[in-house]
C-alpha cells in the first residue's frame, strides 16, 4: 500500500483460479491474465503536436481552435505578471525543424491555472490553440505537466534589424532572440 514513484514498473497478474463466472455453474478462467505498465508522469509519451507546426509558416496559425499537447523548454515566465498571465515554451535545439519559416517558441496563457513553472523547466502543457492581438498561443489550458528531463537548451536567436519586410519577424514569434547591434528607443509610448 505505497504510491508509485516515477519510473517504476509493475506486473498485475489475474490468477484464473480465483475468477469465476456466475452463470448458476461457477467455471474458472481458462488461464491467468498479466499485463505490465511503468509509472510515468505523462511526459514523453504520447503524441504531441510540435511548436513549429502549432505556428506554422503564416501570420496565423493553420490549427486555431484545435487542441494540442506541447512538450518543451520553459525560457520566460509572466504567470505572475497580471497584464501577461503566462510563460513562453520554446523547442530544445534538438527538436527544431530547418524550416526557417516557422517559429519554435510559442505563449501559454494559462491564466492562473495552478501550477508554477520557472525558466528552464521542461514541461507537457495541454490546451486549445488560438490566436491574441496577431500573435498565436496556446489558451484554455487543461493540463501543465512538469517534466523531468535531461538539462537542454533553446538557444537564443541572433537577429539583425532592419526586416526585409514587416511580416519577417513572424518568424520568431513567442522564441527568445538576441539583439547584437546598438539600438535606440526614440519614442517609447508604445513600445
Known amino acids: 500500500h505505497t504510491d508509485f514513484a516515477n519510473g517504476d514498473s509493475c506486473l498485475v497478474t489475474i490468477l484464473a483460479s480465483q475468477v469465476t463466472d456466475q452463470d448458476g455453474t461457477p467455471n474458472n478462467m481458462d488461464q491467468d491474465y498479466s499485463w505490465a505498465f511503468e509509472v510515468t508522469n505523462g511526459c514523453f509519451v504520447g503524441s504531441t503536436t510540435p511548436i ?24 520566460a515566465d509572466y504567470q505572475s505578471v497580471y497584464s501577461i498571465r503566462g510563460f513562453f515554451i520554446e523547442e530544445p535545439d534538438g527538436e527544431q ?15 492562473n491555472f495552478g501550477v508554477e513553472v520557472a525558466v528552464g523547466d521542461y514541461v507537457r502543457v495541454a490546451g486549445t490553440v488560438g490566436e ?26 541572433t537577429v539583425t534589424l532592419p526586416f ?28
Open 164 to 191: 526585409s519586410v514587416t511580416t519577417f519577424p513572424e518568424r520568431f514569434e513567442g522564441m527568445s532572440v538576441t539583439l547584437p547591434q546598438t539600438m535606440t528607443v526614440s519614442e517609447n509610448y508604445n513600445l
Open 52 to 75: 513549429h507546426d502549432i505556428q506554422g509558416s503564416g501570420l496565423v496559425s493553420p490549427i486555431v481552435g484545435q487542441s494540442v499537447i506541447a512538450e518543451a523548454l520553459v525560457v
Open 97 to 111: 525543424d530547418a524550416n526557417p519559416a516557422t517559429s519554435e517558441g510559442v505563449f501559454i496563457y494559462d491564466n
Open 132 to 157: 491574441y492581438q496577431e500573435q498565436t498561443q496556446l489558451t484554455t489550458i487543461t493540463a501543465v505537466t512538469l517534466c523531468e528531463n535531461d538539462p537542454v537548451d533553446a538557444t537564443p536567436v
